[in-house]
């Protein structure tokens, strides 16, 4: 996806998403954490969000993820690259569906990048599994040191991190959101 059409797809979501529940620009950034003046530069196409960024959108919003730049169709997706974070790609393996309440990702990182995330809604797990290189995940206050083949999990409502040690390293991330009382789809 070039990175026109991943500004429009973020904005178009964003939009579609603020709507439905009525909010303004206001009361979208009290809910995300993401300041009006940015939401409503997202929304009008006129920036590209970080992933730090359209993760507090996500979870402010609690939607998924993926459903920012995920087409939902059972084509293979490919990858993306954040326009302003060149050193982490991201691929959705499963976009998110409601009868599992979670989304798989496949995520690259190169060059001694370090990938730092606040906190997503309460209850979101991450489960992560190395498949290539070397890498360190943050969460519980500490960094976690984990080689190919293994894996671990954590509550991803809390700070957390992930940063590959040398110049590449994959692994795959397995997010499940909780149950909700709210009908709303993610």
Request: aromatic share 10%; net charge negative; charged share 20%.
């Amino acid at each position: 996806m070039n990175s026109k059409a991943f500004v429009a797809q973020i904005s178009q979501r964003l939009r579609e998403l603020r709507i439905a529940r009525g909010w303004s620009l206001d009361a979208a950034a009290k809910k995300t954490g993401v300041s009006k003046a940015m939401l409503g530069q997202v929304e009008r196409g006129e920036s590209s969000p970080t992933i730090g960024t359209l993760w507090k959108i996500a979870s402010g919003f609690e939607s998924s993820f993926s459903s920012f730049f995920s087409e939902q169709s059972e084509k293979k997706e490919p990858s993306v690259t954040f326009p302003n974070d060149p050193a982490m790609q991201i691929h959705t393996i499963f976009p998110y569906s409601s009868d599992t309440r979670m989304e798989v990702f496949e995520i690259t990182l190169c060059d001694n990048h370090e990938q730092q995330s606040s906190p997503h809604q309460l209850g979101v797990i991450e489960h992560v599994i190395v498949v290539e290189g070397t890498l360190e995940f943050y969460f519980d206050g500490t960094w976690h040191t984990l080689v190919v083949g293994e894996k671990t999990r954590f509550y991803a409502d809390q700070p957390h991190a992930y940063r590959v040690v040398g110049d590449r390293g994959v692994f795959h991330n397995i997010i499940n959101y909780p149950h909700t009382d709210s009908s709303t789809e993610l």
